[in-house]
């Protein structure tokens, strides 16, 4: 590839991508510096979706941050709450019944699967396929309607407590999930069959936006990005929480880097998931889906408290200080999405345009997640 | 010369493999419903806006203006007024106002409500041209709804 570097500025030219454009899923702005086709800069500028989700946590009481919780990733909603209550509970020091926990991971692995279809029907979508999207929502709705039967709401779930709970899953979404984990084995090999080993995509993704192992230490790229250029980094195996030390699983890695190697990681993630559904409804044990004496208003006694989940995107952390007073002193999230964005200048150097947007494609990123 | 050919009727293949799920998908039942002729019925968990509870034996709202619920709100979106009736023990509610406007539906409102005065309703057709049709009273509707 031919890369104008350093040339003369009336030879380039600027192209904004965004802060509106189907590609980059939200209000992310790209300024990108054209040779012709080619990338000679990219700079992602981020701040269109504010929201101070890090301020609000100083001024509300500890119970009244948690829906903000789901409104980060508002696809992997699960996971940030459970990263949250998990921070509280450590700095109040509750313990979270077994069942409650058993529920926190069927629910939160469901959501993956969830979060990992969006991004499987929009990354084609950004590629030029439509079909596969409308299968990828087909047995998407089947979760999110799992989902609204027991919490509610399709999207910004808030389904934990500090303790356990919002209230306890019925006979139907346990059967309804029995039946759904059935059902989406065969659909994961439909998938195969309809898109992976689809040549125009093989094409597409194969050695394209490559990201080397060290590029991923760099930036602290997490998630399926990191898997895909060969490390095994997986919070829920390196820093078991919950009580996904008691299931088997393995994590998915590819060592090649390139799109196609984090489109695989994120295929081979579903059927993981659906391994540790199955395996956390077997196990399902019985019992009270709220610890007892959790008081009403949490005042944890004063430190530095620090949670990670794995979340759909990745590693996601909640550091809270608390000074033992009903709202917290400061509440730092530490989101996937920022990460995996920031090495997007560096790869994207040199590439031509539309393989650029699969690279951000495969990224799988979330505005809001990196606004927060 | 063979590896180029491989690639071709292997691409090839992969293409009409493919098009096989397409095709045997037209033969499968439709998963979408025809809204707005059809709509679906919510779960009974579902949380749309809140709605004040009326007592059966009495036939007024249960809540009786305690404010728990206004300060449990993230986004001091519920405003409660009540006073004290002649003869009665407690306070009763005469305005129960809600901006649905700041609302985001966490439910934080009845969850805190220990004597279960508010719930949610099932409504979700929701739309409006008019903003202040959001700032509702939910005590006057359920005056109105008994009336």
């Known amino acids: 590839m031919a890369v104008a570097q350093g040339k003369a500025p009336n030879e380039t030219f600027v192209l904004n991508l965004g802060p509106q454009h189907p590609a980059t899923h939200g209000v992310l702005r790209v300024k990108l510096t054209m040779d012709g086709e080619y990338i000679t800069r990219a700079e992602p500028v981020p701040g269109y979706i504010h929201r101070m989700q890090e301020k609000m946590g100083e001024n509300r009481t500890w119970a009244q941050y948690l829906p903000n919780t789901s409104r980060i990733d508002y696809l992997s909603a699960m996971a940030y709450t459970h990263g949250y209550v998990g921070a509280v509970e450590r700095a109040a020091g509750i313990q979270v019944p077994p069942r409650a926990e058993y529920v926190r991971v069927i629910t939160s692995e469901l959501n993956r699967i969830s979060s990992h279809l969006v991004w499987f029907g929009a990354f084609l979508l950004d590629l030029g396929g439509f079909t596969p999207l409308l299968y990828a929502f087909d047995d998407r709705e089947k979760i999110l309607d799992l989902l609204e039967g027991i919490t509610g709401s399709r999207l910004t779930y808030s389904y934990y407590r500090f303790g356990g709970l919002y209230n306890d899953v019925d006979e139907d979404f346990l059967g309804g999930t029995r039946e759904f984990v059935a059902q989406m084995r065969p659909r994961l090999g439909m998938y195969r069959t309809l898109v992976t080993e689809n040549i125009i995509l093989r094409k597409r993704l194969e050695g394209i936006g490559v990201i080397t192992p060290e590029q991923c230490r760099k930036y602290g790229a997490t998630g399926p990005v990191i898997r895909g250029s060969g490390i095994a980094y997986d919070v829920r195996k390196v820093e078991p929480y919950s009580v996904y030390a008691d299931f088997e699983f393995d994590i998915p890695v590819f060592p090649e880097g390139d799109s196609m190697a984090r489109y695989l990681v994120r295929m081979e993630e579903m059927g993981q998931s659906l391994r540790i559904i199955e395996q956390a409804l077997a196990k399902l044990p019985d019992g009270p889906v709220m610890a007892e004496k959790v008081p009403r208003v949490l005042k944890p006694p004063a430190g530095d408290y620090c949670y990670a989940v794995e979340a759909a995107r990745g590693r996601f952390a909640v550091l809270v200080v608390s000074d033992n007073k009903e709202m917290a002193y400061r509440i730092k999230l530490r989101t996937p999405s920022f990460s995996n964005l920031s090495l997007f200048e560096e790869v994207s150097q040199g590439m031509m345009l539309p393989d650029a947007l699969a690279l951000m494609g495969s990224l799988d990123l979330v505005i809001p997640d990196i606004d927060r | ?147």
């Open chain 2, 1 to 147: 010369m063979k590896q180029p050919l491989r690639d071709i009727v292997g691409g090839f293949y992969s293409l009409l493999s493919g098009m096989r799920v397409t095709i045997a998908q037209f033969f499968k039942p439709s998963v979408t419903v025809h809204y707005p002729h059809e709509s679906l019925q919510m779960p009974a968990r579902f949380r749309g806006h809140i709605e004040l509870v009326r007592d059966p034996a009495t036939g007024k709202a249960v809540c009786f203006a305690c404010k728990v619920c206004e300060k449990s709100c993230p986004s001091d979106c519920i405003t409660v007024e009540g006073a004290k009736l002649e003869g009665a023990k407690r306070k009763s509610v005469t305005q129960f106002r809600l901006d649905f406007t700041k609302c985001s539906l966490c439910g934080s409102c009845v969850e805190a409500c220990k004597s279960n005065a508010i719930r949610f309703s099932r409504q979700y057709n929701l739309a409006s041209t008019n903003k202040d049709e959001f700032v509702m009273d939910l005590f006057k509707r359920l005056e109105a709804e008994g009336q």
